[in-house]
């Protein structure tokens, strides 16, 4: 059974190389080679990691002559962003009714002070 995109994404986040290497992209296109400089690991370990990125949809890998750019897919990271984003206007939401409960519990507590 095929994971939903949403899940495959995600999946493909959960690794910090894998983080590293978008944050690269995020700067412009780069190299196989250029993408494994920062790491101790090795070109077809890169390549593992790469190809989950391409499998979620995340980057893209082209031909052009000898060169194979890879570079980040900015609009895959939507529907991550979208769901992350529901999550945190409700705890937005949730901290400012918080913050008002406990507004109202110190003005109590100022005014008994006085009684």
Same mark, same amino acid.
């Given at each position: 059974?095929?994971?939903?995109?949403?899940?495959?994404?995600?999946?493909?986040? @959960?690794?910090?190389?894998?983080?590293?290497?978008?944050? %690269?992209?995020?700067?412009?296109?780069?190299?196989?080679?250029?993408?494994?400089?920062?790491?101790?690991?090795?070109?077809?370990?890169?390549? $593992?990691?790469? $190809?989950?990125?391409?499998?979620?949809?995340?980057?893209?890998?082209?031909?052009? @002559?000898?060169?194979?750019?890879?570079?980040? $897919?900015?609009?895959?990271?939507?529907?991550? =962003?979208?769901?992350?984003?529901? =999550?945190?206007?409700?705890?937005?939401?949730?901290?400012? %009714?918080?913050?008002?409960?406990? @507004?109202?519990?110190?003005?109590?507590? @100022?005014?008994?002070?006085? %009684?």
């Amino acid at each position: 059974m095929r994971a939903d995109p949403l899940s495959t994404t995600f999946a493909a986040l @959960a690794d910090p190389t894998r983080r590293a290497i978008l944050a %690269r992209l995020a700067t412009g296109e780069s190299t196989v080679n250029e993408l494994a400089k920062p790491f101790s690991i090795s070109l077809p370990a890169i390549s $593992k990691h790469l $190809k989950v990125l391409e499998e979620a949809g995340l980057i893209q890998r082209g031909r052009e @002559a000898q060169w194979r750019p890879c570079r980040l $897919k900015p609009d895959a990271l939507k529907s991550a =962003y979208d769901w992350i984003e529901r =999550y945190r206007e409700y705890w937005e939401d949730r901290f400012d %009714r918080l913050d008002s409960f406990l @507004a109202e519990l110190q003005g109590d507590d @100022a005014g008994g002070a006085t %009684r």
